[in-house]
């Protein structure tokens, strides 16, 4: 069965071909730069790269080079179109409406435009992705997995913000939190790894990539998580400040004279390890920067890492305890040193990290000692891999 999954931006178009009689990755490919100048396609077969480059003006042009991607005679992994089963389609907010993935239907669409308010730069693009598709690959069935679905299930004193009732009312502002589908993968695959049901485990996980975010997921639920509203809250970012008093926001925009889109710019793309470090967003600069002696790339690697550390401790109290602490995407399972650093002096909770055992990359490892009470693990997402498995799933 070949299940196509889709990730459409607000420029680019990601996706993935799987056959899921096995779930092998068939074909894997990026278009970028949408509509701008230098748009180009990359596709990578059993670890072989293509590149094509041309104008692509929109995404439905975008979409039909992936298609004639995937069905060339020499390039491609399938013959016809028809050999895509069903498309599966991240989708960054559901709002209140979805705790799971769904198939698509005009009122599930129009339920994802509504959310759009609360997502403005990514559920249009997600939105255009859903729609190219229907109209190029007719006959299959579109399905959606929500970055906030997983979220759902937290309790309401957790994901209410203490403002006046009625703007949750009037406007739905809470906590919906994201990453979810990659928070759900890694706490069900650590529990695999331990032998133990997830119902019966309190685990955190910690989603450490250029948007990063913590979750506490109990009895198998997500019960806390630290992104909120939006996916600028929680911890510090590649460009996001994550938590800071609210009230240095007036303060700074009264004293920079800045209009509410700036501000939000500012705490979007110009703050965290990039605004603190004045280096760089990505974590390989700011170590490499951070280790040549630069005192502010130090602070912001220590500042990321004691901010970790902190949902952890409070993430511990809010499920009277922890098993296991998992560590996912870019930096978490890449960041020897990030994992570690946020782990170190949690000795009171039983957590002890094995130096020689956190010496891996990218790979599934337990990197706790054997005599520490709580389990550590690095263990790679693979949202795509749960998006083509709701999908099989849902058109059984
Ligand atoms: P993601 O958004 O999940 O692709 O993660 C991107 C982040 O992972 C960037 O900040 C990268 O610097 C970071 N990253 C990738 N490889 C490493 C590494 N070997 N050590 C530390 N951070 C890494």
């Known amino acids: 069965m070949g299940i196509l999954v889709i990730n459409s931006g607000s420029s680019s178009i990601k996706y993935q071909l799987f056959n899921m009689d096995d779930e092998s990755v068939l074909a894997k490919g990026l278009v970028e730069r949408i509509g701008i100048e230098g748009s180009r396609l990359e596709q990578e077969v059993n670890g072989e790269e293509i590149e094509i480059e041309q104008e692509i003006a929109d995404h439905s042009v975008g979409m039909k080079l992936v298609i004639d991607t995937l069905t060339d005679t020499e390039t491609g992994v399938i013959s016809d179109v028809e050999e895509i089963d069903a498309v599966g389609h991240r989708v960054v907010h559901g709002g209140e409406y979805f705790d799971g993935s769904v198939v698509v239907d005009d009122d599930v669409k129009e339920k994802i435009e509504e959310c759009a308010k609360l997502a403005p730069l990514h559920n249009p693009a997600n939105l255009m992705g859903i729609e190219v598709c229907e109209e190029l690959i007719p006959n299959a069935p579109q399905v959606v997995t929500f970055d906030t679905a997983f979220h759902q ?36 695959r650590v529990a695999e790894e331990m032998g133990q049901p997830v119902e019966d485990l309190k685990i955190i996980t910690c989603h450490l990539g250029n948007g990063a975010s913590v979750t506490a997921v109990k009895n198998g639920k997500a019960y806390d998580t630290s992104m909120g509203l939006t996916p600028l809250e929680g911890l510090v970012m590649g460009t996001r400040c994550g938590d800071i008093d609210p009230a240095a926001v007036p303060f700074i925009m009264e004293k920079e004279d ?21 280096v760089s967003s990505d974590m390989r600069d700011v170590e490499d920067a951070a280790s040549d002696g630069n005192k502010r790339a130090q602070l912001a690697l220590d500042m990321f890492t004691n901010r970790v550390k902190k949902y952890i401790g409070s993430y511990t109290a809010e499920m009277n305890g922890v098993d296991a602490i998992v560590f996912t995407a870019g930096i978490g399972e890449n960041g020897s040193e990030v994992r570690e650093a946020s782990c170190s002096e949690l000795d009171y909770l039983g957590v002890k990290i094995d130096a020689d055992k956190n010496n891996v990359r990218g790979k599934t490892q337990e ?19 749960v998006i083509a498995r709701d999908t099989k799933e849902l058109i059984k």
Do not use: C, W
């Not at 949750?168 to 939190?177: L, P, S, T």
């Not at 994201?178 to 890694?186: D, E, I, L, N, Q």
């Not at 990197?367 to 891999?385: A, G, H, Q, R, W």
């Open 258 to 278: 800045l209009s509410p889109q700036e501000m939000d710019q500012l705490m979007n793309n110009k703050s965290g390890l990039l605004g603190v470090s004045g």
């Open 367 to 385: 990197i706790s000692t054997t005599d520490s009470k709580v389990n550590v693990y690095v263990i790679p997402t693979n949202e795509e891999l």
């Open 153 to 188: 299930s937290i309790p309401k004193e957790s994901y209410m913000y203490a403002l006046p009732y009625e703007f949750y009312e009037k406007h739905r502002v809470r906590r919906y939190g994201f990453h979810g589908t990659s928070h759900k993968f890694v706490a069900q």
